[in-house]
């Protein structure tokens, strides 16, 4: 039979990271494409041990239904380190736990969203935050991005000249997929643009607590008085991905009708995960923990950076990142990366081309992303030199 799908829905592609991703079946192939961090980071004999604690000594909790709000005692322990440590949150918000920071994405534009409404993001942005934008029918607007970050000149342009845009989407620090991190003082004048247009800002902070060199810069909503920005976290870069634990701190209104559009999604968040994360803060040292897996990730980002340099044509520009996973390459205008990721790609390494980043997917991107955090030291240093060769004729 003929199947009549939603209209927004039949309208959105499949995640080209995705996509992407069916070639890793050939275990020949390196992958830079990857969002995660190295495996050796995982705290796996902590996890065991506290793992085995939990059925002993907590069975019925954590095999029973929980509240939507999430694990209690984990509520408080993420709400009490980001104000004590990051001075992010006042007594007007609450927190949520979700299903990974890309719940918070969804579950936030569905309370916000109305079909039409605009939400304005960096050029370049997280796939996983554009699908599921378009998802519930949002119009997108994209802000570039120099060195800085967003630039504060563009965003007023389009806010002044753009009617119904309901948030401003960021990643301000060691930006997806470009690396960047945005300046204190454009924080500040994001804030400000966001006060002078009424209109909110989900800031996206996975990735701050990889920070591999440079000073900490506070986060948005830590200079948020009036409950205008959404903060989106997640344990996955600093414990694991797999367990899907995030949450959301934002005014207490916000996370009520958030809460009321996950009870029809998942009802709660995994609960022995929660709790396992919960006990881990308790027992061992996160921020002891954060500090060894920077180093090992410093160590893979530094030879990727050395890798490009030594092998790759000196027309592409390649970002620096203080931390984070990802390493952001440019072609010269004009050229189309997703043409040189499918030669890199025959080369048996993956990357991601930037037009999977786009507000508008049918765009040429000279743009493409790599992961430095997955692949060994080794295959860094081949998947460079791969590159290179690739790049090298490609621009012939």
């Not at 019925?60 to 709000?69: I, N, P």
């Not at 992303?369 to 621009?395: H, W």
């Amino acid at each position: 039979m003929e199947y009549k799908i939603a209209d927004h829905i039949a309208a959105m592609k499949p995640s080209a990271i995705r996509e992407i991703f069916k070639v890793l079946v050939d275990p020949e192939v390196i992958a830079l494409s990857a969002g995660s961090p190295d495996p050796g980071s995982y705290p796996v004999k902590e996890m065991a041990e506290i793992g085995n604690d939990i059925f002993a000594n907590n069975l019925v909790t954590t095999l029973q239904y929980g509240t939507t709000e999430g694990y209690g005692p984990l509520r408080e322990q993420t709400k009490k380190r980001l104000r004590e440590k990051y001075q992010t949150g006042t007594d007007a918000d609450d927190l949520i736990i979700t299903t990974g920071g890309q719940q918070t994405i969804s579950l936030f534009t569905q309370t916000m969203i109305n079909r039409g409404d605009v939400i304005v993001c960096e050029e370049p942005s997280f796939i996983g935050a554009l699908n599921a934008f378009r998802s519930f029918g949002a119009q997108l607007k994209g802000v570039p991005m120099d060195e800085e970050g967003m630039r504060m000149d563009k965003l007023e342009e389009v806010l002044a000249t753009t009617e119904r845009v309901k948030f401003i989407y960021v990643i301000p620090t060691f930006q997806n997929p470009t690396g960047r991190t945005m300046t204190l003082e454009r924080r500040k004048e994001l804030l400000a643009l966001a006060k002078k247009y009424d209109v909110l800002i989900l800031e996206d902070n996975p990735y701050f607590e990889l920070r591999y060199e440079g000073e900490p810069v506070a986060t948005v909503k830590s200079m948020d008085t009036e409950g205008r920005v959404v903060y989106a976290g997640s344990y996955s870069k600093v414990l694991s991905p797999g367990m899907r634990i995030g949450f959301c701190l934002a005014n207490k209104e916000i996370i009520n009708r958030m809460v009321v559009c996950k009870q029809v999604s998942d009802v709660h968040t995994n609960m022995y995960f929660q709790m396992l994360v919960s006990k881990y803060l308790k027992k061992y040292d996160l921020d002891a923990h954060i500090k060894d897996i920077c180093a090992l990730h410093k160590i893979k980002r530094d030879a990727m950076l050395e890798g490009l340099a030594k092998y790759v044509d000196e027309r592409i520009a390649f970002t620096h990142p203080n931390g984070g996973l990802f390493i952001w390459g440019e072609l010269p205008e004009s050229y189309d990366s997703f043409k040189l990721c499918q030669e890199i790609t025959k080369k048996k390494v993956a990357c991601v081309p930037g037009n999977a980043f786009a507000t508008d997917e049918s765009a040429v991107s000279n743009g493409f992303r790599m992961n430095f955090s997955m692949p060994s030291l080794d295959n860094i240093e081949i998947a460079c030199r791969r590159i290179g060769e690739t790049a090298a004729e490609f621009l012939k």
